[in-house]
C-alpha cells in the first residue's frame, strides 16, 4: 500500500476531526470552543493539519493525522498546540508541521520563536530541540491535571533546519511527504 501526508491548512469542517485527536493527546484537552476560536476568530492564529491519503484499489481516503496552532505575532512565532495520531508518530509529521509554521513566520517577518512544553514530555522536548529550540527558563505550575511547570523554549534567530529533518520530508505547507504506511 502507498500512502503519503500533505500539510494543509485546517478548515473548519474538519472541527470533529481534530477535537477527537486532540482529546486522544492531551490530559487537559482544548475543547471544541478554544478550537474553533482559534480557527476562525483569531487574527493572529493559523491551523495546519497533516492529511494522510490511504490509497486502496478502489479509493482513496482522507485522514487528519496531525494539526499544528501556532500564532505570528508580529515578530514572534508562538507554538501553542501540536498533536500526531498515535499510530502515526516518529514518521516526520509532528517536525513537518513545525517545519511549515517556521517557513511561514519567516515569510512574514518574524525573527523568533516561543513555546511552552511539560517538564515531563521528553517526545516533544526532544522534537524540539533537533529542530533548533533552546530552553531559556520554566513556568511553575503552568499545566493542570496533572499540576506540572512548563519548560519555555525559544529560537532566536528563527531559522528552518536542515540536515536529517529535511530528507525525511520536513516539508512547508501544502507539499507532499512519503511516510511509511500505518
Ligand atoms: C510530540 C509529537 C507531536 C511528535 O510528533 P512526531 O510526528 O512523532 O514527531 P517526528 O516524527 O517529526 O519526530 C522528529 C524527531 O523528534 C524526536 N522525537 C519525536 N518523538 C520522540 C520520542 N517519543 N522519543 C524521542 N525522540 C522523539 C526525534 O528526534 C525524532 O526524530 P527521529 O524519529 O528521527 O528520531 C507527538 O509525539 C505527539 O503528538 N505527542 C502528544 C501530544 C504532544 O505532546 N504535543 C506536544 C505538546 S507541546
Redesign the pocket.
Known amino acids: 500500500m502507498l500512502s503519503e501526508f500533505e500539510i494543509v491548512p485546517a478548515t473548519s469542517d474538519m472541527l470533529d476531526d481534530i477535537l477527537a485527536l486532540e482529546e486522544a ?2 490530559s487537559s484537552p482544548w475543547t471544541r470552543k478554544m478550537l474553533e476560536g482559534e480557527l476562525t476568530g483569531n487574527q493572529f492564529a493559523h491551523f495546519l493539519v497533516a492529511i494522510r491519503h490511504r490509497q486502496s484499489k478502489i479509493k482513496t481516503e482522507p485522514a487528519i493525522i ?1 494539526y499544528h496552532c501556532f500564532w505570528i505575532v508580529f515578530e514572534e512565532l508562538r507554538l501553542m ?4 495520531r498515535e499510530s ?9 508541521l513545525v517545519t511549515a509554521a517556521l517557513h511561514l513566520a519567516l515569510e512574514q517577518s518574524a525573527t523568533r520563536a516561543i ?1 511552552e ?2 517538564i515531563s ?4 522536548r ?2 524540539y530541540t ?1 529542530i533548533g529550540f533552546v530552553p531559556i527558563g520554566s513556568r511553575p505550575r503552568y499545566y493542570t491535571n496533572p499540576i506540572e511547570d512548563a519548560v519555555l523554549m525559544q529560537m532566536n534567530p528563527l531559522v528552518v533546519p536542515h540536515g ?1 529533518q529535511r530528507e ?1 520530508g520536513f516539508v512547508s505547507g501544502g507539499e507532499s511527504a512519503s511516510t511509511d504506511s500505518l
Open positions: 493527546c492531551f496531525g498546540n501540536l498533536a500526531v502515526m508518530r516518529r514518521r516526520g509529521v509532528g517536525g513537518t513555546l512544553v511539560r514530555n521528553d517526545s516533544a526532544s522534537l533537533r536529517r525525511k
